[in-house]
Every structure is written in C-alpha cells, then in structure tokens.
C-alpha cells in the first residue's frame, strides 16, 4: 500500500524534469577572455566573392566562421563550384556552421512546418559536403535567440533553442555588427557602426571581447570591407581568434575540444556582453526576397532556461525524424501519469 501522496506537489515534479531534461542550445555572443575578436560570415557560399574573402583572411592569417545555406546566393544541391568553395573553405581551417537551408527565418519555419528542411536537410547537407556535423548555428535574423518581449515570440524562441540544443547546435549570435549588407562600399558607416560598440568609454581589449557579422556574398564586402575592419580592429589592440577559441566549443559535434575549453563551457551559461550593449538585427540577405530586414534592436543578457515546454513539428507530412523534446515529454509524463494510477489504486 502506498503512503498519501500530495498529487499536485508530484505532478509539478515531473514537470519541472520534463523542463530540465530537454537541454537548450547554448548562445553565445562573444568570447571566454577579453580581447580576442572572431569574424563570421554569413549567407554564402558565393563562388564568385567567397575565394576573395578567403585570400583576404589568408594575408591576415586570420580563420573565420562562414555560416552557409544551400539555397540562397548559390545551389548546393546542383552547383559543383558552389560545393568545391565550401570544401575548399573548409580546407583553408575555416570553420563551417548552418545557417538554415533556404536562409528560412525561423520564427517563419515553425509557422509553415519547415523546421526539418531548413534544420535537419542542411546538417546533412553539410555532413555531406565537408564529412563532419556542424556545431555552430546562426538562425538568419538572429530569430530566436533573441530576449522576446512578445510572449509568441517568445514561446516560438524556447522551442527554436530547444530544437537546436537537441540536435547538438550551439547558436552564435554577434556583438558589434558591420551593417555591411546596407553601407556596401561605404566604410565610414561601416566602422561607426561598429563603434556603436567598439568606442564606447567602458569598452576595451582589457574587458570585452567581440563577436562580429558580415556576408561574404558582396564585393564590396571581401573587397572594401573585410580589409578596412580587419586593421581597424588590429588598431584598438584585439586579437582575431577562430570561434572555437573564443568560445571554447569544436565547430563540430564529432570532434572534441581541448578540456580547457570543454570546462569553461560545461560549467556556465553563455558569455554576453555590458548590459548595457544594444545588439542590432542583422540585415540577412537572401537572393529570393530582395528586400532587407529591418534592424531589430536586441538586449545582449542571458537567455535563461523556461519550464514552458512546447513541441515543433518539423514537416507537413509528420517525418519520422521527430523532435526529441517531444520524446522526452511523453516518457516524463507517461512516468508520472503511471506512478499516479498506481497510488490511486
């Protein structure tokens, strides 16, 4: 026979480990030590400009992340030279992250089903064209990992970094933006932009660290761009480090990093910025819709864990490959309905 039990009291323990068990993925907008400085580029490959940026961050010896889709400036399931830029980026010790398959916002994937195609389809696609899983993710937009004010919004940001944190992603957001997609060739806009950041009084290499955002998709970009940010940031004494440095995560999910890193990372919430810091939306670029998105202004503080819990469905025709917060809901509660029946019988 078994001991009176408080119900209520046993019901909201096994939601509370229902939240606990579904891990979120970690977000990250600048770097574990001060000073350092990570540039990422997103919305390639372009056989035609990304081969520059390469040879610009050659010169400099400096390793970027490019945040790739398969549809978007170019074709990843029918264009050889767009697969060989990205090979041949990965060649070049640059990192590789997903940046959705049709450079899809998410908040739009949820809404028509699509998370699967642009989550899932370009993992595999990217598995498929450098041999490794990525482990960096950047929603297009900055969608999702932002601190929503909008409880939708915010609702659809927990199942967004539930999603991702389920299939092994880190998401990599930014903390001083070049606006390089809107100024193109116009630099002076693009450093006070940045500056917005860089040259506040509170602000140096002895205390902040920075991770920034371009696209690889302009000329004017790995042309004009690229160079002038790279000596400008050289100048107020930061170190360019590869992302993995910065944060202290592989770029990949089969390889490990050192246990440093590992610690630092297993051990914290992610890394933000002053407070005080506005981040802007970035203006994501996609070949199929030719206006910009609009700026979008962002707190950097933590995004803190929710016990609200909710599933993603991941395709109109219901897809064998099911979300796994969806699994871990069922076992939770299945596990208390029964421990339930048991005591009321």
Known sequence: MFPKINLKFLIITALFANSVIAD???????????????????DGP???????????LKK??????FFINAHNWSDLENDPTAIETVKKTYAAGHDIGSHTYNHKDLFEAIEERSMKENVDDMTDKIEEIIGVKPAYFRPPCGNGAYNESDPHKREMSEMIQEYLGERGYNIIMWGTDTMDWQ?????????ATMNEQLADPNVSPKTHSFITL???VYPSTVNIVLPTVIEYVQSLGYEFVPLSECIGVSPYQSISNDKENQNNLNNGESNTTDENNKNKSAG????????????NTNST???TNSSTKSTVSTNKEGDNTSNAITIHSSIILSVAITIISLILN
């Open 60 to 65: 400099y010896n400096i390793k970027g992340t």
């Open 46 to 56: 372009n056989p035609e400009t990304t081969p520059i940026a390469l040879d610009v």
């Open 284 to 295: 994501e670029t996609n070949t199929n819709n030719s206006t910009p998105t609009s700026n």
């Open 24 to 42: 979120k993925a970690k977000i990250y907008r600048n770097c574990l030590k001060p000073g350092q400085f990570v540039l990422t580029f997103d």
């Open 183 to 191: 100024y193109k060739e116009d630099v002076d806009s693009v450093i």
């Open 214 to 216: 371009m696209h690889d």
């Open 301 to 303: 503080s933590p995004i």
